[in-house]
C-alpha cells in the first residue's frame, strides 16, 4: 500500500496575510453576481495573462480560504467523502485521540474499520461536531438564563 505524503501545515507569512486580506476584498466582490462561472486572469512569470474560468462556488471556497489566511490561520482543503484516520478526526475536533477513541468506541461518532485501523468519515465527523456545538450553545443559553435568575452580577 502506497504511503502517502503530505505537505506539512504553516502558518502564513506575515505578507501572505497581507495579500490574503486584498484578494479577499477583490474576489467577494464579484460573488454577488447570479453568473454559474467566473473568469480570472492570471500572469504567470513571464508577465503573459491566462484567462482561467471557475465555478462560482469554488471562487467561494477561494474567498472562504482568505478569510481564513488573512485572520493568520492555516488551510487545509478536505473532501467531505474523505476518511480520516483517528488522529486526523482528534485534530479536527482538538481532542486527544484517545478521548476520540472513546466517542467512536461509545457510539456518539460513527466510524468504519479499515483492516484493523478505525477511519472516520469527514461527513460523520463535521455531523457530530455540529450537534457538540450545538448542545454546547444550549448549554451556555441555559447557565445565563440561570445566572440572570439568581442575579448573580452576570447580566
Not at 455531523?127 to 452580577?153: C, F, H, P, V, W
Amino acid at each position: 500500500m502506497p504511503t502517502v505524503m503530505h505537505p506539512p501545515i504553516n502558518l502564513p507569512a506575515e505578507h501572505e496575510v497581507q495579500v490574503a486580506i486584498e484578494g479577499k476584498r477583490a474576489l467577494a466582490a464579484y460573488l454577488a453576481t447570479q453568473f454559474e462561472t467566473q473568469r480570472i486572469q492570471i500572469f504567470d512569470e513571464h508577465n503573459e495573462a491566462h484567462i482561467v474560468e471557475l465555478p462560482t462556488s469554488a471562487l467561494r471556497l477561494l474567498v472562504d480560504i482568505l478569510a481564513e489566511l488573512a485572520a493568520g490561520n492555516a488551510v487545509k482543503v478536505v473532501p467531505v467523502h474523505a476518511e480520516l484516520t483517528t488522529q486526523e478526526a482528534a485534530d479536527l475536533l482538538n481532542v486527544s485521540r484517545p478521548h476520540l477513541i472513546k466517542l467512536l468506541e461509545s457510539g456518539e461518532l460513527s466510524y468504519h474499520k479499515t483492516g484493523k485501523h478505525r477511519r472516520v468519515r469527514f461527513a460523520d465527523l463535521m455531523d457530530y461536531k455540529n450537534r457538540r456545538d450545538i448542545a454546547s450553545e444550549q448549554a451556555m443559553t441555559l447557565l445565563a438564563e440561570q445566572a440572570q435568575a439568581l442575579r448573580t452580577g452576570y447580566e
